[in-house]
Structure formats: structure tokens, C-alpha cells
């Protein structure tokens, strides 16, 4: 299977630690342009949706979509189960996973893509046409990103890891959403400690290097 | 299980079309504010994600996330099956679930909340902070919108439901962001005929009045 990947984003980092945590070698394409913050042009005309990453199998097809590619590898090789065992133990995982990517991680991007002029025009990955910055949203997203702290602040007062008892694929989501977070200038805040117990907790992992 | 609706919001909607696809009975219970395009205080109050909709299950457990929610009813209750069989059908499922929701129902959102002042320091559901509205985001929305129809056509000319040969939860959340964006004035395109017949094959069903 060839993994789609581009270093420098967020995105592709949660499927190479995912498949790290598994045990699952990927063959890992690089498709950034070299030395510009922006993806390769044969990558974008051959992948329809325009974004990183995708998953190619054997047979040729192409899987986007980061919890979709991690929910065909889960499937594929089971153990150790990053998703939850039972329906309420992946229930819990499934919630607070999309909590991150969608409190967390897109106030991360809109803060990224919305402020730095180096995206005028590509405020949004995926699209061919000019999406321009909106800046008011950048300063939105940085608002949002600190009502996540607090929110998995809470929620990492009452369990070890972001799904629960066991370390699962919301504490990758979690944990790169705070990666990118810290590298724009917003890292953990202080009053923080149950984010920041468990980030040092996700950064001595393995798989945090993948 | 309770789940916990608001009739005029779109993602109880869904829900409500996945359980009736499954002959599941919910207990419904209206959260909304009567005459106001508001919850109700006391569900906020409750509910830490201060947005519907919320599974209640009978060990008290609250489950949210529309996705996550269907899982677990899929999980439950697994016939007939609505995220695919093989890994490969839930992943082509899951890819086009993911992206009706974030490229199709998310801009409708975008232009809704953004530009209608009804919402006035609520342009962001689950927010305990005033998020005021941007209206360059609803320009923004409507110009992706016009990209998810093109592309929702295309990929309906090459397969009859948006997962592939079945219908599934991704006709769900394609249905419910097209109605969602009729209702709001931005209604499937003309030269969107493939969107036209899937649209008019999915409201013909049963579960579209759920």
C-alpha cells in the first residue's frame, strides 16, 4: 500500500503514527513540491480531491479521508485495536477522535491558512479554484482553539487517554492537533496540566517520531 | 435510547433517516426552544457539547457526533448494513459520508450562520462564548458549495448512490446537506442532472420524512 504523504502537514503525520502504532509498513510517497509550501501539480491532477493524505492498495484503489484510511488499516490488521473494542468503548473513542479534528485541529488550520500570507489564495486545501484568507477567521480559530484546551483539559481530568482507559487513535488526533498548535505559537497553556501530563505521555511513544 | 432532536436542525435529521432505515425506535425528545431558533437552556446546561444531537443510552451513557451515533446503531443493530461490508465499501462509503459532511453540509452551515443575524454571536453551534458571524465565510460557503455539486454530480455519474451500488449513511448526509441548501436558497443546479435523480430517488424513500 502507498501512503500519500507530505512532511511538513498535519494530516498525513495521524496516519504514519496510526499505521506505527499497528505494526504496518506503508511505502510513503512523498508528493510536496520541493522547497514550496504546496503539494505537487502531477499529485493534484491525478487525485480528484486535491489533499493529503490517501491510501493507494494493491488493486488501485484510492482511500482519502484520515479516520477512513485509519478504519481500513484497523480493519485490515485488527490488533492492536486503536478504534475501541466494544460499540461504547468505540463510541467514546469515535466522539472524542472527531472532537479533536473539529474543535482542535480545523481552528489549528483556520488560524494557519487564514493569517499566513504565504496561503493567499489557498485558505482552504482541496480546491482548484482562488479560496482567499478571510482573517477574522484566523483570529476565530484561535478563540476556538482555546476553548478546546479547556475542554480537553476537562476531559483529561477524569481519563488517562483522550478515548478513555486505553490509548487509542483520538489521542493521535489529539496529539497532532496539539503538535500543530504549539508549532503556531498556541501551545498548551498553562492552567492546562491534564493536557500537558498526557502530551508528554503521547510525545514518549514511538510512533510520535513516525 | 432517548435521542435528544431539534426539529429544524439538520443533523438530528440524520439521525432520525438512519434509525428509520434500520426500523430502529428512538424516544424522541425536543430540546429546542419553542419559537426560538435556539436549544433550550436547560439541555445546554446538560449537555457539556451544548449541541444536539445526543443518544442517550439506557446505562445513561451520551453518545454524540452524527457519525458516531450511527455506528453505534449500526453496531447494535447491524442489518441492513448502511457503512458498507468489506473494509474496501466502508472506506468508499465512509470517503463520500466525510465528504458530503465537510465539503457540502459544513459550507452550508457556513452560509446559514454566517450571514442570517438571527445568529448573532452564534455563527458556531456548541459554543458558551459569542463567536460572531463573518459574512466574507458565507460568501466563502457558497463558493464551495458550487465545488461540492460539481463534484457530487460527478461521482453520480459514475455510480447510483453517493457510497457506491447501495444505499447508506452517505446518501444520508448527501440528502440532508442538498435540503439544507434548498431550504437555503442554494438548490442543486441545473446542470446537476445525476444530483437531480439520486435527489429525487432518496426523497422517494420512506425514512426522508423521518
Known amino acids: 500500500m502507498k501512503l500519500y504523504n507530505w512532511n511538513v502537514a498535519p494530516n498525513p503525520r495521524r496516519v504514519r503514527m496510526f499505521a506505527h502504532e499497528k505494526g504496518i509498513e506503508l511505502d510513503v510517497v512523498d508528493?510536496?513540491?520541493p522547497g514550496q509550501p504546496r503539494l505537487a501539480d502531477n499529485y493534484l491532477d491525478a487525485n480528484p480531491h486535491r489533499i493529503v493524505p490517501s491510501l493507494e492498495l494493491d488493486d488501485g484503489t484510492v482511500i482519502g479521508e484520515?479516520?477512513?484510511?485509519c478504519r481500513y488499516l484497523e480493519a485490515i490488521h485488527p490488533a492492536p485495536p486503536l478504534f475501541g473494542r466494544t460499540p461504547i468503548e468505540q463510541a467514546e473513542i469515535g466522539m472524542w477522535e472527531r472532537k479533536c479534528e473539529l474543535e482542535g485541529m480545523a481552528p489549528c488550520a483556520e488560524i494557519l491558512r487564514n493569517k499566513v500570507k504565504a496561503f493567499d489564495g489557498r485558505a482552504l486545501p482541496g480546491y482548484a479554484i482562488p479560496i482567499e484568507r478571510?482573517?477574522?477567521l484566523a483570529d476565530r480559530g484561535k478563540l476556538r482553539l482555546g476553548?478546546?484546551?479547556e475542554k480537553l483539559d476537562a476531559r483529561l481530568s477524569d481519563a488517562e487517554y483522550i478515548g478513555g482507559d486505553a490509548f487509542s487513535v483520538a489521542d493521535i488526533?489529539?496529539?497532532?492537533t496539539v503538535e500543530m498548535a504549539t508549532q503556531?505559537?498556541?501551545g498548551i497553556p498553562e492552567a492546562c496540566s491534564n493536557v500537558s501530563r498526557w502530551h508528554a505521555a503521547i510525545a514518549a511513544r514511538e510512533s510520535a517520531k513516525a
Do not use: D, L, M
Open 31 to 33: 508528493v510536496g513540491e
Open 134 to 136: 478571510i482573517e477574522a
Open 66 to 69: 484520515v479516520p477512513v484510511i
Open 184 to 186: 503556531g505559537r498556541n
Open 147 to 149: 476553548v478546546f484546551y
Open 173 to 176: 488526533t489529539g496529539f497532532v
